[in-house]
């Protein structure tokens, strides 16, 4: 049975954690800071995914052009297309201004997916990492974070 969890992300993160799926996969969302963090596990199934966009939208969490950093180094699924083209009808991503999503895999098989999805979600930028610092440096770069501190 398919498990919820809506929650503030620590005593000091001010993020918020939004999680859904069984003991065999699971999607969480951390939500807080200049980017959105999801991280897919083992055999995530595509409708967590689809709940999680879902009531982070509905609680103004995220909008069309949040920053994402997409962990899928522990994913041992499959991709769920019919869950990605129902979140692409959501809103429309990546409208008005450049969004990045950078994607940290675990081996170059994820990058043909990728470029898939980046069809999908064609008003985005789309670039995968094996690195975390790499991918954190093209997804926030130092210069975006200042300009957005100025207002």
């Known amino acids: 049975m398919p498990r919820r969890f809506f929650a503030p992300g620590g005593a000091n993160s001010g993020s918020i954690i939004i999680s859904h799926g069984t003991e065999d996969g699971r999607v ?11 991280l897919a596990e083992g055999e995530a199934q595509g409708e967590s995914l689809v709940r999680c966009v879902r009531e982070a939208l509905d609680a103004g969490l ?11 180094t522990l994913f041992t699924g ?8 129902a979140i692409r009808d959501m809103v429309p991503w990546g409208e008005g201004r450049e969004t990045r999503v950078a994607y940290l895999v675990r081996n ?17 930028r789309h670039r ?3 690195s975390r610092e790499k991918a954190l440096a093209w ?7 200042e300009v957005e501190a100025q207002g």
Do not use: Q
């Not at 995220?62 to 994402?68: G, L």
């Not at 499959?78 to 083209?85: E, M």
């Open 28 to 38: 969480t969302f951390t939500i807080g800071g200049p980017y959105l963090h999801i």
């Open 62 to 72: 995220i909008h069309k052009n949040t920053r994402s950093l997409i962990d899928l």
């Open 78 to 85: 499959s991709i769920d297309w019919k869950a990605l083209g």
């Open 108 to 124: 170059s098989r994820f990058a043909a997916i990728v470029r898939v999805v980046e069809v999908l979600f064609g008003g985005m």
């Open 128 to 130: 995968t990492f094996a």
């Open 139 to 145: 997804l926030v770069p130092e210069d975006a974070i």
